[in-house]
């Protein structure tokens, strides 16, 4: 028969394990929230050629812009 003392103990431990497990399932889950953030997130290389496209398209309605005004002066 087990004394309270190793009941307490066993309680204890098997707390400590069922803790564990549903910490190490939390990190699982974590690492693969990560990688999938990972392989839809936007490349340091796509972010730049969407900067470009997005400079050249302010440059062209700058023109457009300009272009207007001019005409509305004439």
């Not at 004394?3 to 400590?16: F, M, N, W, Y």
């Not at 470009?52 to 509305?72: D, K, M, Y």
């Amino acid at each position: 028969m087990l004394s309270k003392q190793d009941v307490r103990i066993k309680h204890l431990a098997t707390s400590v394990t069922g803790l564990a497990t549903k910490v190490e399932k939390g990190f699982a889950a974590v690492a693969e929230d990560i990688a999938a953030i990972r392989s839809e997130m936007a490349t340091k290389e796509q972010l730049f050629g969407l900067q470009t496209q997005v400079s050249a398209i302010e440059a062209q309605l700058r023109e457009t812009r300009i272009e207007t005004r001019l005409g509305n002066l004439e």
